[in-house]
């Protein structure tokens, strides 16, 4: 009986414990980590403007006739939602669908419940406050630079409140049943009969039920753990090292609108989308001397590599010593900053003594994007037959300063694109129907002419879902 209530007891602690977390569970700044990585591709941050989606901003409103649940699987497949007869009563999904030229959103069916609570609460944030977590200031600089650690440090102090509570439980569980346990002993003592021997607080903690029930909560949880993070081994979504020259994609693909595939040729043709060669840095730079944020600095490096003479305009030969290469990029430097007085003498030293092991040598770039040994993709597929946005794959790159890894890259998430995305039947010659080698494809062309079809051949539908496409 005294064991009974000390399990009733703590499995009460327990559940305290996790509806206090589940009370904590609305964090827009989770919130705000989902919509960067699931949704920004096609939705203005601003939650007011339109893109390649709709504004968000006041969504929930817009849906409020109907249930919450129609809302959240929309959000998790909008596809799924517009096949579905018991739908049929929902207006706004179908004028949606309709306003967007019956463009399918790309479906997140790993989205929980709590997931999009947070996702909505950030929209909804952004829409009215402007920022993520109310009430919103402006920061100064000193402010700024301790954003992140404050923002780690709130999440600790979260976890060690959650921590304090369930010890504080567990404990308070242990002492009611130590005086149970006692009551029970006065109990049999006015009744007459042998009272018990009175456990201590050590011997109830210890006791062989408990014991094994925590070996089993141990071992559940320490699998759910196990499991959990061996699915993201091997994965680098946010990924963004360093680079040895600071290359900005947003002066480049950005402000300047240089197009992707004129560095990335080989996205077009070829199987890999190919890291260009100095050559096609000197392109530009052998005209552009100086970069809107880094001055020579950066641009000296890649004189160094591809061994650019700037004073000339040509290059040096490949029997000119270090030393001597050295001196002519010193005089270049003073001249090119000759204007600028915060350029000294001991700066100049700096910019000379990060080319130096440069010169002569191929930029070692950092690889962002890694995908397994045992899986084959192919660029040329999807950018040329496809026609796939480079976006679609790795984010808005025309926005970043660093570039990282936009999207998971998992198998989870290539499966779910090749299920929603439409092939582009008559935009590419590759898929059409009169190409001998295409005719597979003549019984779609005849389905979609006559109506039959009407949402489109999405890639799964043409096998973009069997085994051997990737792993041959």
């Known amino acids: 009986m005294i064991f009974r209530t000390f399990l009733r007891c703590l499995t009460l602690a327990l559940i305290l414990t996790m509806s ?3 009370a904590n569970a609305q964090d827009p700044k989770k919130g705000e980590a989902i919509f960067k990585d699931n949704c920004a591709s096609c939705h203005v941050k601003d939650m007011k403007t339109k893109m390649t989606g709709p504004a968000l901003g006041g969504v929930e409103e817009r849906w409020s006739k109907f249930p919450k649940k129609e809302l959240y699987d929309w959000i998790r497949n909008s596809s799924g939602v517009l096949a579905d007869a018991s739908y049929k009563s929902n207006p706004y999904a179908k004028s949606l669908y ?10 997140f069916p790993n ?10 609460l950030y929209i909804n944030n952004m829409y009215k406050d402007g920022c993520a977590a109310p009430p919103c200031k402006t920061p100064d600089v000193a402010t700024a630079k301790g954003a992140k650690t404050e923002t780690k440090e709130a999440g600790d102090n979260g976890s060690m409140i959650l921590w304090a509570l369930a010890f504080v439980l567990v404990l308070a569980s242990i002492l009611l049943a130590r005086y149970i346990n006692s009551l029970n002993r006065l109990a049999q003592q006015r009744a007459g009969e042998s009272p018990v021997e009175e ?19 141990l071992v559940i949880v320490g699998g759910y753990t196990t499991v959990n993070n061996a699915i993201g081994l ?7 090292p360093e680079q040895p020259i600071k290359f900005s994609h947003e002066v480049h693909a950005g ?3 240089i197009d992707c595939q004129y560095c990335h040729d080989g996205a077009r043709r070829s199987k890999h989308a190919v890291i260009p060669a100095t050559n096609t840095c000197m392109n530009c730079h052998t005209a552009i001397k100086k970069g809107p944020e880094y001055g020579t600095a950066e641009i000296l490096k890649i004189y160094a590599a591809s061994g650019f003479n700037p004073l000339s305009g040509t290059y040096f030969k490949e029997s000119v010593p270090t030393d001597e290469r050295l001196a002519e990029y010193k005089k270049w430097l003073k001249e090119a900053n000759a204007d600028n007085k915060a350029i000294t003498e001991s700066e100049i030293s700096v910019q000379l003594s990060f080319a130096k092991p440069m010169i002569g040598k191929p930029v070692n770039w950092v690889k962002i994007h890694n995908l397994p040994d045992h899986a084959y993709f192919n660029h040329a597929q999807h950018v040329t037959v496809g026609k796939v946005a480079c976006q679609d794959c790795h984010g808005k790159v025309e926005e970043m ?18 299920r929603q995305t439409k092939v582009k039947f008559d935009e590419n010659s590759y898929y059409s129907s009169e190409t001998k080698s295409h005719k597979m494809y003549e019984q779609y062309h005849n389905e979609v002419k006559s109506g039959k079809r009407t949402n489109g051949v999405t890639v799964e539908e043409i096998g973009g879902l069997e085994c051997q496409k990737c792993h041959y």
């Open 20 to 22: 206090f977390n589940r």
């Open 98 to 107: 309709a306003e967007y030229k019956n463009t399918n959103m790309t479906a």
């Open 111 to 120: 989205l929980t419940d709590e997931d999009l609570v947070n996702l909505l």
């Open 199 to 217: 456990k201590s607080f050590l011997q109830i903690a210890l006791n062989p039920t408990v014991v094994r029930i925590l070996i089993f909560a």
């Open 234 to 240: 091997g994965r680098q979504q946010n990924y963004a």
């Open 255 to 257: 402000k300047n609108g």
């Open 401 to 418: 300063k660093l570039v990282k890894q936009h999207a998971p890259l998992s198998m989870g998430w290539c499966i779910n694109c090749h």
